[in-house]
């Protein structure tokens, strides 16, 4: 579920068996020298599963990016780097924190307040500030990009603190996007309730099935487009009837609408 309520298939998995290699005639010689059809698989990992991560984590202010994936992890930002030290010091601690984390300093130019929102567009998990003031207190700055809290913190465990905060913004990430998952699930036991949900709820609806097309059909015509995304392994009995047609249910389905 991306954070709109709508639905992206994406990393989807099929099994073709032998069907592709016998029309494309592809053979291997087994371990019986015969001639024999190889069965294939295909895994739907694409660019659309970045797409999927765009629009599942990120904020108005931009990208988020989850720290296991993020290209930077870190990005080190020297305040008043004019002065003399600084860059000296950023550069100490890149140096060091650059053997555990993917970590990029960014000593052009550029004001500090342009750096500050550059990198938070660009989904970086961490900010880590460091200026004259800091670098006298042996301290630096570090901020999370999911909730912007600010965390001063000695340059002696900057290592530990660094590695907390990228767990932390990956438990949020995690924590906020199951809450949106269970807050845009709704449960329909009948066909009036069910569209009353798909034309007023954006989000999933879990309603049992009677295993006909011809309901899937329906719902798909009179809601304008919601269709079924899943029958979970885990399916929970809402009732004992289809919530289209009133026959027997024989699943529970998950519904909702695609991109
Ligand atoms: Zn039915």
Known sequence: MMHNGVALQGGTTHYFGDGFARVFDIT????????RYPHQTSWGVSTRMIGAIIMTHGDDNGLILPPAIAPIQLAIIPVAQHKEGVLEKADEIKRQLAKRFRVKLDDSDQSTGWKFSQYEMKGV??????????????????????TREKKFVSLDNVEAEVEAMLRQVHEELSTRVLKNLEEKTHVATNFEEFVEIAENKPGYIKAMWCGEVECEDKIKDVTGGVKSRCIPFNEEKLSDICACCGKPAKHMVIWGRQY
């Open 28 to 35: 291997f010689a087994g371990r019986d020298n015969t001639v």
């Open 125 to 146: 998990p961490v900010r880590l500030e460091i200026g004259p003031k800091d670098i006298e207190n042996n301290s630096c700055v570090l901020v999370s990009r999911v």
